[in-house]
Structures are given as C-alpha cells and as structure tokens.
C-alpha cells in the first residue's frame, strides 16, 4: 500500500534575474496571474527605485494586461518590457536557472508539506543571491 497525497495543491515561483550582477528576485504564489506579475515589476521598481529596469520576457496573457501595463505606466519610463519571440522559452536566461534550481532542490524530493518545499525553494535563491557569480555562470552570462 502506498499513501497518496490527497489534494494536490500548487504554488508558483515567479521571479527575475540580474544579468549583469546575478542578483535575483524571486515571489511564490499560489497562482500565476497577471496580478502576482505585476506584483514581481513592482518588487523590481522598489528594488531598484532610480534604475531604469529592462525586463525580457515571453509573450505569455499574463505578461499583457491592464495591471502589467499600470506598474509599467506608474514606472514612468524606468521599466523596458522586450517581448521574446513565441515558443523560445530557451531565449530567457532564467530558465537556465529554473532548470538548476528544479535539479538540486525538487527533483526526485518529496517534502512534508507545500510550506517545506516553500521555504527550500527561498533558501536556494538566498543562498545563490549571496554567490551571484555562480547565477552568473548558471544563465551564461560570464564564462
């Protein structure tokens, strides 16, 4: 016999990389909205509050909505959105660190409870904020 898990339940890492310092910012929810996207910008604006901030992403719906384009609007010209081509997800330079981050903490990993896997997945972006060469060379942004 082996026990199931009952409801599966999801959340969703949502996040940004610095390709030039490696820093990363990284939300997780427990939905993938254009509220929680806008919600990242708006952590990137207050990260960074005189920078002018260049966000390279898909052409996914929740990347072009009204909540997207007030952060955009209420940025004032501080925050660039460059839409990568559709289906080249290969493109982005964080889904290299994606697929680190599913390799060395989610796969083969059963955890107790979404709160554990929660605080792993924060833990293994601290612990790389504070190594951001290494981010750095997981994107292929340093040789």
Known sequence: M???PGQNTRH??????????GETVV???????????????AQL????????????WD????????EVEAVVRQAQGRLVLLYLP???????????????FRREVTHCELFVNMQA????????????NQTPKMVLSIIGAIS
């Open 12 to 21: 969703y890492g949502i996040g940004a990389v610095n390709y030039f310092s």
């Open 86 to 100: 559709t289906y080249s997800p290969w493109l982005n330079p964080i889904e290299m660190l994606w697929r680190h």
């Open 117 to 128: 896997l929660t605080a792993a997945t924060l833990e293994f972006f601290d612990r790389y």
């Open 27 to 41: 939300i997780v929810r427990q939905h993938k909205r254009r509220c929680e996207i806008a919600q990242l910008l």
């Open 45 to 56: 604006l207050h990260k960074h509050p005189t920078e002018t901030i260049f966000v390279t």
């Open 2 to 4: 082996i026990r199931t």
């Open 59 to 66: 052409n996914c719906n929740t990347h072009q909505d009204d």
